[in-house]
């Protein structure tokens, strides 16, 4: 019992280490790139539990964020509906959404599973640049300064955000859908024959996944007040959320967050170290390191650690 508790020690430890570093006085720069970076982890875990826990690897998890940040966005600018009642709106449409997606997946698998969410970022992309009278094309929707919150506001949001995501994966983890889906992943067919409903357990999983990540895209939205489809249903948002649970370790608790220091740290710093102009430059050494880690260690970070495995689990 002691065991299984250490994960979730370490893990709230490093939030309290993270929730005091706004009163050593960081600059507003500091807090931008932590907030960027814990709603990575958020996203990240959100994924991970229907890729990571449960083996449906979706390629198109922007489609859930950009409903999120679209749905209470479009509430406002068309019905004056405050942006935070619009929040529940989006994780509702997302849910249907999911709900499709799962019913997509008792037909399709593996590679096939993974192009038909790419299908969906794009159909959902394409609709919101043609119907422009509602999404305002490739304009974007824009929120007013009113709704803004101080820096630091942003930043416990966002660990409050992340905790509450980790608490989720962790308790489901444990149960036994949390067992069901590593059952699935492992071998589905196996699975079934055991008497598992592979099928209900995938759409439970993904309507979890989708719920959490569409709470992300609101964030974002209130954020930065402004969501365009470029970054709304961003194709290389959706890889990146990816890259950040794989590069410490998929199917792991403590893999997102540690991934989303590993990844979008050193991402974001170069970005505004090298400027605009340079963004190719940005890219080539974040995709080196990537490249050399995922070499290095294909399984990720947190399994350098091999004895101490299941500490991470």
């Known amino acids: 019992m002691a065991t299984a508790l250490k994960p979730h020690y370490f893990y709230l430890g490093s939030v309290f280490i993270l929730a005091l570093l706004p009163l050593l006085g960081m ?7 932590l907030i960027i970076t814990l709603l990575y982890a958020f996203m990240g875990q959100a994924w991970n539990i229907l890729g990571g826990f449960c083996g449906q ?28 009642w619009g929040i529940p709106a989006g994780i509702f449409v997302s849910i249907l959404l ?67 995501c980790y608490l989720v994966a962790a308790l489901l983890r444990k149960s036994k859908y949390g067992t069901f889906m590593v059952a699935i992943r492992e071998n589905e067919d196996r699975a079934r024959s055991l008497g598992i409903e592979t099928s209900r357990i995938k759409i439970f999983a993904a309507v979890i996944s989708a719920a959490i990540t569409s709470l992300a895209g609101s964030f974002y939205a209130l954020y930065v007040l402004l969501i365009e489809p470029a970054v709304g249903f961003s194709f290389l948002l959706s890889i990146k959320i990816i890259i950040v649970v794989i590069i410490a370790g998929i199917g ?12 979008i740290v ?7 170290w090298l400027g605009g102009a340079y963004t190719g430059i940005a890219g080539i050494i974040y995709g080196s390191v990537l490249v050399i880690v995922v070499k290095l260690k294909p399984q990720g970070i947190l ?11």
Do not use: C
Request: glycine fraction near 10%.
């Open 27 to 33: 600059g507003d720069f500091i807090l931008h790139i």
């Open 57 to 84: 690897f979706s390629v198109g998890h922007t489609a859930f964020f950009g409903v999120g940040a679209y749905g209470m966005t479009i509430l406002f600018n068309h019905f004056h509906i405050n942006p935070y």
């Open 98 to 164: 999911a709900l499709l997606i799962g019913f997509i997946s008792l037909q399709l698998q593996g590679i096939f599973f993974s192009l038909a969410t790419v299908a969906l970022v794009e159909i959902l992309r394409t609709l919101t640049l043609y119907f422009r009278d509602i999404t305002f094309g490739s304009l974007g929707m824009t929120l007013p300064n009113s709704f803004a919150l101080k820096k630091i506001e942003y930043y416990y949001l966002v660990m409050g955000m992340v905790v509450f």
């Open 252 to 263: 792991t608790l403590l893999g997102p967050l540690l991934g989303a220091f590993v990844a």
């Open 266 to 272: 050193p991402d974001e710093l170069i970005r505004s």
């Open 303 to 313: 399994h350098i650690f091999g004895r101490t495995r299941r500490f991470w689990e």
